[in-house]
């Protein structure tokens, strides 16, 4: 518990999906976490934190805007049951978003506030890249029950995912583990290569003795169902299977 911050109405859990560094796959993981989640019974509602790059929209196939309802709350939009919020719901896709941090902050706080998530056991937050002041406030705005932290397994990568703890350990937010993504890549002869290096989420995890929820292949058919907004954790075996006990764990440890 954060001390002295306000839990939302009607959502039991907030998460935060983080990592240092950009392009590690946060979208991706926080897309298909909602996914698994919800096909293991949850209610969930994913909330898009990226206010100049945002994926949720394309991950899950929504475009469109979004209204008020009669109480002056944004509707979220829904995707394969899973209620969503995104800057992409307001402005259009080829208009550059120019904003300056405090109106970034503003929206930030209204897809938390004003939006009608109603009844939720979680709502997951897909954070932009880094662990600058944008993020600080995000993470502030709201009592969060936990974050996932994304890394890849190269050093580099390593280096940012252990600012990412940092942060959330000083704002006293649990760290509930460590996605390691793109851990490897099964080639159609059957070897395996480590294109990215290996034991980057090992690493972690046992630098701050949080657990390593799972390691995600680095698979075409992951990219795919982002681009296509048909994500892989609604496919049973294969990549996504990596999410099941990503939801898994998340859900006991939140329980
Ligand atoms: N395990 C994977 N296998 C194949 N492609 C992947 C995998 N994970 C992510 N990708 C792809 O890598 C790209 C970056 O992923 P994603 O957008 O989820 O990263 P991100 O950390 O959210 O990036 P940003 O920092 O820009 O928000 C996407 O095109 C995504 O489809
Ligand atoms: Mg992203």
Redesign the pocket.
């Known amino acids: 518990m954060q001390r002295g911050l306000k839990p939302l109405p009607g959502v039991k859990n907030i998460i935060a999906v983080a ?1 240092g560094k ?8 926080a897309t298909n976490l909602a996914i698994a989640l919800q096909r293991q019974g949850w209610s969930v509602g994913i909330m898009d934190a ?1 206010i100049y ?1 945002p ?1 949720v929209p394309t991950m899950l196939h929504l475009s469109g805007r979004v209204f008020a309802n009669d109480d002056k709350k944004i509707v979220p939009m829904e995707a394969y049951g899973i209620k969503a919020m995104s800057i992409g719901f307001l402005v259009p896709d080829d208009e550059p978003i120019i904003w300056r941090g405090p109106m970034v902050m503003g929206v930030v706080k209204q897809f938390l506030q004003d939006v009608a998530w109603g009844q939720l056991d979680v709502l997951i937050i ?1 954070l ?2 880094g662990t600058g002041d944008a993020q600080l406030t995000m993470i502030q705005a709201v009592d969060i029950a936990g974050a996932v932290i ?1 890394t890849t397994p190269q050093d580099v990568a390593v280096l940012d995912a252990v600012r990412g703890v940092e942060m959330f350990r000083k704002l006293e937010v649990p760290v509930l583990g460590v996605v390691e ?2 851990a490897w890549m099964d080639l159609p002869d059957g070897s395996r290569i480590h294109p990215f290096g290996e034991g980057g989420g090992r690493r972690t995890a046992e630098r701050y003795e949080v657990p390593l929820l799972a390691q ?5 058919r ?2 795919e169902g ?2 296509a907004g048909r994500p892989v954790a609604l496919e049973d075996g294969g ?1 996504g299977e990596a999410f099941t006990a990503v939801a898994r764990a998340v859900k006991a440890a939140l329980s």
């Open positions: 990592s950009g392009g590690v796959g946060k979208s991706t993981v990226d790059g994926s897909d932009p890249p994304v993504n793109m995600v292949p680095l698979d075409g992951v990219r982002g681009d990549p």
